[in-house]
C-alpha cells in the first residue's frame, strides 16, 4: 500500500527585509517597493535554495514544490519553470512539482504545455503539472481581470491537455485563447500526460471542475483545524457524484514544519524565521494589518451566488494565519508544526488520521531561516519523521482505502494511457 | 415610480422608471443607483422631475443577469441597445456617470442619430496620458479586512464624508447592500479590468461623431476619474457645451452636490 507522499516545498523567501519592515511599510505584495532588493546581498542566494531542494532530494523526500508568485517578497519565482528547470539537473528521484504555473497570466497557455513538456523530458518524468487561476496580488500584478479568470483558466488547461494527448495539427476554437495551429513539440514523457494538480479553497466550482477530470485537488489553507477534514469530506462527495471515488492520493495540503533535537530547542531555534515569514512575508496576503490583497471584493472571481453564500458564513475582518500574536495562538492553527521529532511526527500522524491527506507539502525553510537550520530541520524530519509517518500511514490508508489502487489504475484507463 | 424586470436579449434586465415626458436614459458608476442603493437618490428625483427616467442595472448588477458573452464595452453598448429596444425608446437624451458615462460615450459614437443630447459626470472611457484612471478595485480591499475609507476617499471628496460612510460603512454592512457594491465591481471587472484599465484607446478619435449637444461635468475633487478627462471628454465632443466643475466634490458629484449637478443637466436638456 502507498504511504502518505513527503514533499518539501520551498517559497524562496525574500530574507534580508530591514528589521522596521513591518512597522514602515504596509505590504509585501505588489506595491513593495523594490528598492528593498539588495542585488550585493542576494548573490548566491538561488543557489542555496537550490542545494537546499537537492538535499531533499538525497533526503528521499518524494517530491519538491515551487510556485509562482510577483512582485512581493513571499515568493521569488515569478517563473518557477526556471527553477524547475535547475531542479532537473541536480535532482534524481522526486518529483518536481511546479503548482502552480499561472495560466490567465500568460498570453498562450500552449507555452505552458511546451515548457512542461521540455520540463517532464529534461527531468526523466518526474514532472507534475500544476495549475492555477492567480489569486488577488496577481490581479493586480498582470492587470488581469478576476471575473473572468476562471473561465480562462479551464479553457487554457483543458487546451494543455489536448495538446499533450491529441496528435496535432489541431484547431483550438476557444473563446480566450483561439489558437490555429496547436502542434507542440516535444511531448511530455509521461503517458498520457503529467500527473494534474489545481489548488483552491474550498470554493464549489473548483471541486467539480477537478473532479469532473479526475486531477488531484490541493487545498491551499496553511491552517489545518476541522475545516481540512471537511474538505476532503467534501471533495469525497462530489467526486461520487462525478463516479470516482475519494482515496488520499486525490488531495493535497500545505503545512510548514520546523524539527529540532526537542521541543525546546526547535522551538528557539525556528522563532525568527517564523516571526519573519508571518509579520513580513504574509503582510499583504494572510494577514489583515495592511491591505490584504488575496480575496475580497475588490478581486471578484465568484459569481454573485457564491459571494452572497461567502457573506453569509463568515465574519468581517475574521482573523488570519499572520494576524497570531503569540506562539500559543499561532500554534493552535495547526500551520507551522514545531518540535523535537516525536513531537512533529504525533502532530502529523494525527493531521493524516483526521484528514486523510495523503500528499503533505510541507514547508521546511520559513521567512529568513538561516541554510544550517533549515538543512538541519530537513534532515531530522527525513531521519526521524519519514519513516515512522510512511508506516503509519500506508497502514491507515490501506485499511481505510482499500480501493486505491484500483482508483488509480482507473484513472489512467480513463485517460487513454497504454498499458 | 416603478422597479421591473424586463427581458432583454434574452436575459433579465432591471429597470428603474420614474417621472413623465421624453426619455431620459441614465446608465450608473459604482457610487449610484443600482451600484449601492436600490432606491432612488435626490439627483435621480430631481431627473424624474423633468423628464421620463428610465435607469436600467448593467449586466450583472442590482437584479440583472449577468451577461455570458460580456467582454467589452462594445458589449455593454449592444447590449443597452437591446434594453432600449425593448421598451421602444428608439430617440433619447442620455446622462451617464462614471462606467455607466463611458458606455454613454461609446453609444453615442456608433448610434448618434439616437442620441438627442449627451451628458457625462465622471466618466472613464478615455486615456489620457499622465492622468491614469485610479484603481478601485485595489481600494475595494478593505485595510485591516474593515475599513474602506480608501475607496470613500477614491468616491467622493477629500476626507470622510457622511454621505461616504452612509453607502461604504466600515466593517460588514447589510448583506443587500454588499451584494449591490460586489456585482457593480464584477461587472466592472469584465469589462474595464484589463488593459487598458477602464479605457478604450480609440474613443477618443470617435468623439468628433457625437453631434448632438453634449455636457461634461466634473467634480472638481474627483480621485477616481482625473479631471484630465474631463477636459479631454469636452475637448472632443463635437456639440461640447464645455466642462462645468463641481467644486467640493469628488468622483460621485452628483450625490455629493445633487441639486447643482441636477441643476446642471435639466437645464441643459434640449
Known amino acids: 500500500m502507498i504511504p502518505a507522499q513527503l514533499f518539501c516545498w520551498h517559497f524562496l ?19 513593495v517597493p523594490n528598492a528593498l532588493w539588495d542585488s550585493e546581498k542576494s548573490k548566491g542566494l538561488y543557489q542555496v535554495y537550490i542545494d537546499q531542494m537537492a538535499l531533499a532530494d538525497r533526503l528521499g523526500f518524494d517530491g519538491l514544490v515551487l510556485n509562482e508568485h510577483h512582485q512581493n517578497v513571499y515568493g521569488l519565482a515569478p517563473s518557477p519553470n526556471l527553477i524547475a528547470a535547475a531542479l532537473t539537473q541536480v535532482t534524481s528521484h522526486a518529483k518536481i512539482v511546479v503548482l502552480g504555473n499561472l495560466l490567465p497570466l500568460h498570453m498562450n497557455p500552449l507555452r505552458v504545455a511546451e515548457e512542461y513538456a521540455m520540463l517532464d523530458m529534461m527531468s526523466n518524468g518526474r514532472i507534475i503539472a500544476g495549475f492555477a487561476p492567480g489569486g488577488g496580488p496577481e490581479t493586480f500584478n498582470y492587470d488581469v481581470p478576476s471575473a473572468p479568470s476562471r473561465e480562462k483558466f479551464w479553457e487554457a488547461l483543458d487546451l494543455i491537455v489536448r495538446a499533450w494527448t491529441e496528435d496535432g495539427p ?46 488531484c485537488y490541493f487545498l491551499s489553507s496553511r491552517s489545518h483545524g476541522s475545516a481540512t477534514g471537511q474538505a476532503k469530506d467534501q471533495f469525497a462527495k462530489v467526486l461520487a457524484d462525478h463516479g470516482r471515488k475519494y482515496h488520499p492520493f486525490r488531495m493535497g495540503i500545505l503545512l510548514s514544519a520546523y524539527v529540532g533535537e526537542d521541543d525546546r530547542t526547535a522551538r528557539q531555534e525556528c522563532e525568527e524565521g517564523v516571526w519573519y515569514f508571518l509579520k513580513n512575508l504574509l503582510k ?16 471578484p472571481y465568484m459569481p454573485a451566488k457564491a459571494w452572497r453564500e461567502y457573506l453569509e458564513n463568515s465574519k468581517p475582518g475574521r482573523k488570519l494565519l499572520g494576524d497570531a500574536e ?49 538543512c538541519a530541520s530537513m534532515e ?28 488509480m489504475e482507473g484513472e489512467l484507463a480513463r485517460s487513454g494511457a497504454p498499458r | 415610480m416603478t422597479a421591473r424586470v424586463i427581458e432583454a436579449g434574452g436575459r433579465d434586465v432591471a429597470v428603474f422608471e420614474a417621472g413623465d415626458g421624453a426619455p431620459l436614459v441614465y446608465l450608473h458608476g459604482f457610487a449610484d443607483l443600482h451600484g449601492v442603493g436600490a432606491d432612488p437618490f435626490p ?87 499622465g492622468a491614469p484612471i485610479g484603481d478601485v478595485f485595489m481600494m475595494a480591499q478593505p485595510e485591516r479586512g474593515v475599513d474602506h475609507a480608501g475607496l470613500r476617499r477614491m468616491l467622493f471628496a ?29 461587472f466592472a471587472s469584465f469589462i474595464g479590468f484589463r488593459p487598458p484599465y477602464f479605457y478604450n484607446r480609440s474613443l477618443v478619435n470617435r468623439l468628433h461623431r457625437v453631434t448632438c449637444p453634449a455636457l461634461v461635468i466634473w467634480g472638481a475633487e474627483d480621485a477616481m476619474v482625473p479631471l484630465a478627462h474631463g477636459h479631454a471628454y469636452a475637448a472632443g465632443l463635437a456639440g461640447s457645451n464645455g466642462l462645468e466643475i463641481v467644486s467640493g466634490a469628488g468622483h460621485a458629484a452628483h450625490l455629493e452636490e445633487p441639486d447643482r449637478v441636477a441643476g446642471l443637466v435639466t437645464e441643459f436638456l434640449p
Open chain 1, 13 to 31: 523567501a525574500y530574507p534580508y527585509l530591514p528589521a522596521d519592515f513591518d512597522e514602515k511599510y504596509d505590504t509585501g505584495w505588489v506595491t
Open chain 1, 326 to 374: 503569540d506562539w500559543e495562538e499561532l500554534d493552535r492553527s495547526n500551520s507551522i508544526i514545531v518540535g523535537g521529532p516525536d513531537t512533529v511526527y504525533e502532530r502529523l500522524k494525527n493531521l493524516i488520521d483526521k484528514s486523510e491527506v495523503g500528499n503533505l507539502l510541507i514547508q521546511f525553510h520559513l521567512g529568513n531561516m538561516p541554510d544550517g537550520l533549515t
Open chain 1, 380 to 407: 531530522r524530519f527525513a531521519t526521524q519523521v519519514a519513516p515512522r509517518l510512511r508506516e503509519y500511514s500506508a497502514k491507515v490508508f490501506a485499511q481505510r482505502f482499500p480501493h486505491t489502487e484500483d482508483e
Open chain 1, 170 to 215: 489541431f484547431i483550438h476554437e476557444g473563446r480566450h485563447f483561439p489558437l490555429r495551429y496547436v502542434n507542440p513539440w516535444p511531448q511530455p514523457l509521461q503517458k498520457p500526460h503529467p500527473p494534474i494538480w489545481v489548488p483552491g479553497s474550498r470554493s464549489p466550482s473548483t471541486l467539480v471542475e477537478c473532479a469532473k477530470r479526475g486531477y
Open chain 2, 43 to 129: 439627483f435621480h428625483q430631481a431627473l424624474a422631475r423633468a423628464r421620463r427616467l428610465v435607469a436600467p442595472a448593467h449586466p450583472g448588477c442590482a437584479e440583472s443577469a449577468e451577461y455570458q458573452d460580456l467582454s467589452t464595452v462594445e458589449d455593454a453598448v449592444y447590449h443597452t441597445l437591446e434594453v432600449l429596444d425593448a421598451l421602444e425608446i428608439h430617440r433619447f437624451d442620455l446622462v451617464g456617470h462614471c462606467m455607466g458615462g463611458w458606455i454613454a460615450a461609446e453609444l453615442a459614437v456608433r448610434h448618434p442619430e439616437r442620441v438627442g443630447s449627451l451628458t457625462l459626470i465622471g466618466a472613464c472611457g478615455l486615456f489620457v496620458a
Open chain 2, 158 to 186: 477629500a476626507g470622510d464624508t457622511k454621505l461616504g460612510n452612509q453607502l461604504f460603512p466600515d466593517g460588514r454592512g447589510e448583506i443587500d447592500d454588499e451584494m449591490r457594491r460586489y456585482q457593480m465591481l464584477r
Open chain 1, 284 to 299: 499583504g496576503h494572510l494577514r489583515t494589518e495592511g491591505r490584504q490583497l488575496t480575496f475580497g471584493p475588490g478581486v
